[in-house]
């Protein structure tokens, strides 16, 4: 009895994810990636690429091992590319989950049904949530001008159901989605030891203000979210957004920036370190933005 509990304890301890990456063959082909991007991801999204190329298998008949080979082909085209758009192709990823899905299947001389981009798929989709609910007022202005033979009031009828008409047949249509469609997984890199520095983040917060209370309140914020995050490499930015105003500057201006910058040096002082400054302020200038006829933020509009 004492063996049972203490073998049930040892395999409980076992990674059974990181086992079976040793012992799957295209895990080994994945690794060569070019662009050594596939190694620091984490295992949900390494095993989700190996999910895809253990799909196609099945599918098209022929070995993961191959399917693999001929993906590490493709990317090795360009490996020592300089060109931003063909960096992302020496990734494996590109060729299971981007638009290389094509490449790989010319590659792999299968059979494949032209697919609609990601574009055309999108316009779909807000033709046919256009579309569809226009068709059904159109035959519910049929239905009322039969029996009413009043054109405006069956127009009228008409206009004020095509809202509730169209959030119906948006409801309906998402359920539908969940249930027959599943999620793409966005892979994600493995930064559970830490961020490398090459990796470095600033967590910035946009937010409207006016006040030097509001400035005081964010920085609180910003401090209780670096406290949550003590990473290596990971920075935070409080993004003050100017006002909507008819003037280009405006007396509460200078007190945020004085409010923001004195905030922000002494968190700066409180968690001091040797590299980069932990905590930063920006405070955008108003411009003028015609079609709002007045002084905005340029970014938000």
């Known amino acids: 009895m004492g063996n049972c509990i203490t073998s049930i304890k040892e395999i409980n301890r076992i990674d059974f994810a990181e086992l079976f990456s040793y012992m799957n063959a295209s895990e080994e082909l994945l690794k060569l990636d070019p662009s050594g991007v596939y190694n620091k991801m984490d295992e949900e999204s390494k095993s989700y690429y190996r999910n895809i190329i253990e799909k196609k298998s099945k599918k098209t008949k022929i070995s993961e091992i191959y399917i693999a080979e001929k993906i590490i082909e493709l990317c090795k085209r360009y490996e020592n590319s300089e060109d931003i758009e063909n960096v992302k192709k020496s990734h494996v990823g590109y060729y299971l989950i981007k638009e290389g899905i094509s490449e790989l299947d010319d590659a792999l001389e299968v059979n494949k049904h032209k697919k609609l981009s990601i574009n055309q798929r999108a316009r ?133 920036m004085a409010s923001g910058i004195e905030l922000c040096n002494k968190l700066n002082e409180k968690y001091k370190t040797e590299k980069f400054s932990k905590f930063h302020f920006l405070y955008r200038e108003r411009i003028w933005n015609s079609s709002e006829e007045a002084y905005i933020g340029w970014e938000r509009k």
């Open 124 to 256: 779909m989709y807000v033709a046919m949530n256009i579309l569809i609910p226009l068709y059904f007022c159109i035959v519910l202005y049929c239905y009322i001008y039969n029996g009413t033979e009043n054109m405006v009031f069956s127009m009228i009828s008409c206009i004020i159901a095509y809202i509730p008409i169209t959030e119906i047949y948006l409801r309906i249509q998402n359920y539908l989605m969940g249930k027959f469609k599943n999620p793409i997984l966005i892979p994600k890199m493995n930064f559970e030891n830490g961020i490398p520095e090459e990796n470095a983040t600033f967590v910035v917060i946009p937010t409207i203000l006016k006040s030097k209370e509001k400035v005081k309140e964010m920085f609180e914020k910003l401090e209780v979210y670096y406290l949550a995050n003590k990473s290596e490499n990971l920075y935070f930015a409080l993004l003050g957004d100017c006002s909507e105003e008819k003037n280009k500057t405006k007396d509460f201006d200078e007190e945020v």
